[in-house]
T-cell receptor
Framework: GAVVSQHPSRVICKSGTSVKIECRSL??????MFWYRQFPKQSLMLMAT?????????EQGVEKDKFLINHASLTLSTLTVTSAHPEDSSFYIC????????????FGPGTRLTVT | ELKVEQNPLFLSMQEGKNYTIYCNYS?????LYWYRQDPGKSLESLFV?????AVKQEGRLMASLDTKARLSTLHITAAVHDLSATYFC??????????????FGKGTKLSVKP
């Protein structure tokens, strides 16, 4: 089956620093990747949609200059949280899909970010 | 504004009992998903429902979809402790179908007690 990995699984960083989270599709080519954020005991909120080779589409209220998304290849998308603050602490989950009509979306294991 | 509403949000059940989780959505969608999430973990795909009247079953879980009513149900039969988790439904709005991004309900936290 399709596998999506994320790295790191957990990261602790200090306020003001930047942290990069990688999302990889291991056995398929992901034309589209999605980034979600989940606060404790809450649902998943879509942050942005990225298509390989083009700029990401951000959801309303998500700062594109703060959450930099790059989808440079068909198997890798990265999310960089710049100048992190404690309120950015969250569980970040990526998902990937192949093609336009394929209905399945495969989720990564998530990255727990803690900003101190 | 697209809304995906689940109820109940919290469900405490005894082992062996049956119960149903409901998922209503406010926009036209051609697919509905059910996921399971264990604490500290990511999402596990349970069901994908693609058409009106679709019914899928896996073990003690059965999901159905009524696109006319914009309603999906997740029925739990003879619950066991291992089913304790948070269950999310999600839809892909047709107006954004080409992107395939999911809109999630708030989740139902299920606790099965002996």
């Amino acid at each position: 089956g399709a596998v999506v990995s994320q790295h790191p699984s957990r990261v602790i960083c200090k306020s003001g620093t930047s942290v990069k989270i990688e999302c990889r599709s291991l056995d398929f080519q992901a034309t589209t990747m999605f980034w979600y954020r989940q606060f404790p005991k809450q649902s998943l909120m879509l942050m942005a949609t990225s298509n390989e080779g083009s700029k990401a589409t951000y959801e309303q209220g998500v700062e594109k200059d703060k959450f930099l998304i790059n989808h440079a290849s068909l198997t890798l998308s990265t999310l960089t949280v710049t100048s992190a603050h404690p309120e950015d602490s969250s569980f970040y989950i990526c998902s990937a899909r192949w093609g336009v009509t394929l209905y399945e979306q495969y989720f990564g294991p998530g990255t727990r970010l803690t900003v101190t | 504004e697209l809304k995906v509403e689940q109820n109940p949000l919290f469900l405490s059940m005894q082992e062996g009992k049956n119960y149903t989780i409901y998922c209503n959505y406010s926009t036209t969608s051609d697919r509905l998903y059910w996921y399971r999430q264990d604490p500290g973990k990511s999402l596990e795909s349970l069901f994908v429902l693609l058409s009106n009247g679709a019914v899928k079953q896996e073990g003690r879980l059965m999901a159905s979809l009524d696109t006319k009513a914009r309603l999906s149900t997740l029925h739990i039969t003879a619950a066991v402790h291992d089913l304790s988790a948070t269950y999310f439904c999600a839809v892909v709005p047709l107006d954004r179908g080409s992107q395939g991004n999911l809109i999630f309900g708030k989740g139902t936290k299920l606790s099965v007690k002996p």
